[in-house]
């Protein structure tokens, strides 16, 4: 079966495109973010905003954006990750990474599978550390394959916390379920942060923000609406965030339209809280997610 990878651009985004046998993935230069990613004629499997504005200096809405090397509002963030940062400007959610261009590195193609490489090895304002970052982006027969690589190239060992923040695509978030929590700890954000434990599959009912801890390896989300279930594999990650806005907080988004909520869900395989990344000198950590589908 044609493999193939094509530059192409998105408004102001220069993008690649990977197919293979009949999946197709875009990734854009800038974040090194994986905007969508669908395996024939099946509904996407990765879900992009309708909404979404492919615009210079702006995280696009939906995907994989990669947060690196903090996760979410860094004053949340272990004392020794805040400290790693140095700016006089307010620190960004999220991070350092997501708005700017990373450069292609590599490509490889053979008979079954394809392969990017990414490198964001770039200086980071108010971040001064010899951290490098590469993500590895392969599409092959059983499915996407992510791995985020942080090499500590300095003499200081260096806090990291990181996450693959994936927007999934789903019928109905009041129908879909995720697999693998069950008596997982986990923390409620919109409840002050309290620390609670997971009792069953996890179903919603309302807006839901929690960190869970302690993960498994395999976190499976059922979608009987789309008769299948995506499953997530994980290596270098102990911890998830479980992410979608509901009805008021979707009007507050950007590039996410009012409606968007019941049609997505974010799973973000995460290095977070009691999971964060101690890097010393010369040491480096992969971060991976594979996510294949099945018929249910
Ligand atoms: O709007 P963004 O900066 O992309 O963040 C989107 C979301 O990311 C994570 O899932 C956080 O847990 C949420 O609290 C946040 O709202």
Not at 226 to 250: C, D, F, V, Y
């Amino acid at each position: 079966m044609p493999v193939d990878i094509q530059r192409i651009e998105k408004d102001q985004l220069s993008c690649w495109r990977l197919r293979n046998e009949d999946a197709e993935v875009i990734v854009a230069e800038q974040g090194a973010q994986v905007l969508s990613y669908r395996q024939g004629e099946a509904a996407p499997i990765i879900w992009l905003s309708e909404e979404a504005a492919f615009q210079a200096g702006q995280a696009v809405r939906g995907g994989v954006p990669v947060c690196w090397p903090w996760f979410g509002d860094l004053a949340r963030n272990p004392q020794s990750v805040q400290d790693t940062y140095q700016g006089s400007q307010p620190a960004p959610a999220h991070g350092l990474v997501r708005n700017i261009d990373w450069v292609m590195a590599r490509s490889d193609t053979n008979d079954h599978s394809v392969t990017l490489v990414f490198a964001c090895n770039r200086e980071l304002p108010g971040w001064p550390h010899a951290v490098e970052l590469s993500l590895n982006i392969s599409l092959d027969s059983k499915g996407l394959h992510l791995s985020l690589t942080s090499h500590n190239r300095g003499d200081t060992t260096i806090a990291l916390s990181q996450a693959l923040h994936t927007y999934f695509a789903i019928s109905d978030i009041h129908q879909v379920t995720v697999e693998g929590l069950d008596g997982r700890p986990y923390i409620e954000t919109l409840e002050d942060w309290q620390q609670r434990q997971q009792q069953g599959d996890l179903i919603f009912g309302g807006e839901t923000d929690r960190i869970y801890l302690d993960l498994p390896s395999r976190l499976s989300l059922r979608d009987p609406g789309l008769k299948r279930q995506i499953l997530l594999e994980t290596r270098g990650s102990r911890s998830a965030i479980l992410w979608n806005p509901w009805i008021a907080k979707a009007q507050r988004l950007s590039q996410f339209a009012d409606d968007a909520w019941q049609r997505m869900l974010c799973i973000e395989t995460a290095n977070v809280m009691d999971d964060v990344i101690r890097l010393e000198p010369s040491a480096s950590h992969t971060l991976s997610v594979s996510i294949s589908t099945e018929s249910i």
